[in-house]
């Protein structure tokens, strides 16, 4: 390449996969930023890949863990999809569908007096519908079952715009009607404002070269983040749950771990550990933006 960078103990000191990826405060060459920064703008709390089933008293369990996370004192949630256990199944039935989502209704009844953003994973939109008429069909029920404006939006708060994004088209990728939009929300994006954007599957993600759901069209979305580059911070994802970290041209794109771990199971014999999912734990991020477009994801195992 004609140029070294320089590795010094980068992210030595965090134990990847348990307490945290916590970067964000570092240049590219893994050297910290000066610590001149006062407290952040917000406080979001990301969660992803519930996977809501009532049995096996996972819904109990669930509760418990918004619980812990309400404590740490968050301004709203980031839900990264896959609310519910499974819908997506040829085999699926109506009456299993509504009690999944009778499941996370319950749930979320916990976070009233909190603002919920959420966007459509891979299993919550049910295909065996008796028609493409039924009500319960694919994107459009999910989009109202979980109380998002529509299958993608954007919204702001203080100085970060926020903009959640639906892959689940043409084999993981934005539409045209989509990317049409993006572009024109980074564009409108005022000076000064920061972009966190939110998908179910990873744009960028280390883990994609052994675990599939990385978005195909990555490489029109790296070039359109380029061209704002400015603005466009941080994508927030889940969908592999794996935990990993990866750095862009100024963007970060932090893939984090499943809420249910291993589908709120013990695991298999490739979980590191009991509950794992291959070596990462069920948890959740929280997630610090500051003023100046900084950012810290800090990934929290949970005990269920």
């Known amino acids: 390449m004609g140029m070294k960078m320089k590795r010094r103990n980068f992210l030595s000191n965090i134990p990847f996969g ?4 916590a970067a964000g405060d570092q240049l590219s060459n893994g050297e910290k930023k000066p610590n001149a920064r006062k407290k952040p703008a917000l406080t979001v709390a990301h969660i992803t890949d519930v996977h809501i ?5 996972i819904p109990q369990r669930f509760k418990k ?21 499974a819908a997506d199944y040829n085999d699926i039935t109506k009456e299993r569908v509504l009690e999944q989502w009778k499941a996370w209704d319950d749930c979320v009844e916990q976070l009233k007096g909190y603002e919920v953003h959420s966007c459509v994973g891979n299993h919550d939109t049910w295909w065996a519908a008796p028609s493409k008429d ?9 989009v109202e079952r979980a109380g998002m404006p529509n299958r993608y939006y954007s919204f702001t708060k203080e100085n970060w715009h926020f903009i959640i994004l639906d892959g689940n088209n043409k084999g993981i990728s934005l539409d045209q009607e989509q990317m049409e939009w993006l572009k024109k929300e980074l564009e409108n994006t005022p000076s000064g404002t920061y972009v966190l ?13 052994w675990e599939g759901g990385q978005h195909k069209d990555h490489v029109a979305l790296r070039q359109l983040f380029y061209q704002h580059k400015d603005k466009v911070k941080v994508c927030l994802s889940g ?19 499943a809420m249910s771990g291993f589908w709120w199971g013990k695991g298999d014999a490739k979980s590191a550990r009991p509950t ?19 950012v810290e994801n ?3 195992t949970h005990t269920y």
């Open 18 to 21: 348990i307490s945290a990826i």
């Open 53 to 57: 089933r009532p049995e096996e008293n």
């Open 65 to 85: 863990c918004l619980e812990e996370i309400k404590s740490k004192k968050v301004d709203f949630f980031l839900n990264g999809g896959d609310m519910i256990h």
């Open 134 to 142: 039924d009500k319960m069909y694919g994107v459009p029920y999910v």
């Open 197 to 209: 954007l939110m998908s179910h599957y990873p744009i960028l993600t280390v883990t994609g070269s």
């Open 239 to 257: 969908h592999q749950h794996l935990l990993d970290r990866a750095w862009y041209n100024g963007v970060e794109y932090y893939c984090n771990g």
């Open 276 to 294: 794992y999912y291959q070596e990462t734990p069920p948890g959740y991020a929280i997630l610090k933006l500051y003023e100046d477009g900084s």
């Open 298 to 300: 800090e990934y929290f």
